[in-house]
């Protein structure tokens, strides 16, 4: 019995399911080189292809996946709905992955690849060497959403972190701040270390000295360190990268008798639904979530639609400052 898979072949050629089909069935619509790529690793691993695999050019499953790191931040439900009502436009169902357990990242990654869906819209956190390496040959589509691809693989749809982390703080220095404090997670991700990298650099051009505050992102925890931050610690300014964090790291220094804004403003770094609910309302870099995952699916649709191989590229969405009352 043949055990080699023509999903063998397109993670073995780096290409998708569709390509080693078209190479089987209409090669002359294949690049030569990636044609000659293809057909040395079929006689090398000597696979004979079935009917199934020669039908694989025509028959989609319009079945797309969406890989997510949690589903209990109010962000990530946001974005899965703009996601959603964009498929629904171009005919396409959704299937969702929760990635939530780094030690098993390959497990979940080869149980989406099995799903046979056309493609995939990728949310992740963590932005390493080893995240590349492990969808690297991943035979269909990928979209990373909101977080910028760093190599010429992988297409994205997201803002520049790094630039709104700058122009916030840059504003919020020019209004004469100067202990300006950033809250970021305890733990280390790609996206938010960004926003950092922003802050940091617009606090150093003014000559003030940068000071972040790990949090760890649990409600509980955070509300007793941040008491504790704030019983030896007057900043101005509080940057946080989550809403959550912004408006725990505000409740807890209302409780202890610190008037906002007049004392300390608070801005976060995501305008979700929570930072209207908040008191005071939180002012926030709003990230267009919705519409994020909206040119995400847009965007995985033509690479889907393709009938050469596409050249993935980012896609900047701008983002606005939301002035609410946390801040003068």
């Not at 055990?3 to 294949?30: C, F």
């Not at 995240?131 to 803002?159: C, D, H, M, R, W």
């Not at 617009?202 to 704030?230: C, D, H, R, W």
């Amino acid at each position: 019995m043949n055990q080699i898979k023509i999903y063998d072949i397109a993670g073995s050629a780096g290409v998708s399911l569709a390509t080693v089909s078209r190479v089987l069935n209409h090669p002359e619509k294949v690049k030569k080189v990636t044609r000659e790529k293809v057909l040395r690793i079929i006689k090398e691993k000597g696979y004979k292809p079935n009917a199934n695999a020669r039908g694989l050019a025509s028959r989609k499953s319009t079945t797309i996946a969406i890989v997510v790191p949690t589903l209990t931040r109010a962000s990530i439900s946001e974005m899965i709905q703009g996601i959603e009502n964009s498929a629904k436009k171009f005919g396409y169902t959704v299937r969702l992955f929760v990635n939530d357990d780094l030690e098993n990242e390959q497990e979940t990654w080869r149980e989406v690849v099995a799903s046979s869906v056309d493609g995939i819209l990728f949310m992740c956190d963590e932005m390493s060497d080893s995240t590349y390496e492990l969808i690297a040959y991943t035979p269909v589509p990928v979209i990373f959403v909101n977080a910028l691809s760093k190599n010429q693989t992988f297409g994205s749809v997201g803002i520049d972190n790094e630039k709104c982390a700058y122009d916030v703080t840059k504003q919020m220095i020019d209004k004469g701040n100067k202990k300006i404090v950033f809250i970021t997670t305890a733990h280390t991700y790609t996206v938010n270390e960004a926003k950092v990298k922003g802050y940091e650099k617009a606090m150093k051009q003014a000559g003030l000295e940068p000071e972040l505050l790990g949090s760890v992102g649990v409600i509980e925890n955070n509300e007793t360190q941040f008491e504790e931050y704030l019983q030896t610690h007057r900043p101005e300014v509080v940057l946080a990268a989550r809403d959550s964090m912004a408006i725990s790291f505000m409740n807890v220094a209302v409780k202890m008798g610190i008037k906002v804004p007049d004392e300390l403003q608070v801005i976060g770094f995501q305008n979700t639904r929570y930072a209207q609910l908040s008191n005071p309302k939180l002012t926030c870099v709003d990230v267009p979530i919705y519409e994020i995952g909206n040119q995400a699916m847009e965007k995985l649709t033509e690479l889907m639609k393709e009938d050469v191989e596409a050249k993935p590229t980012n896609t900047v969405v701008d983002y606005q400052i939301i002035w609410r009352d946390s801040t003068k």
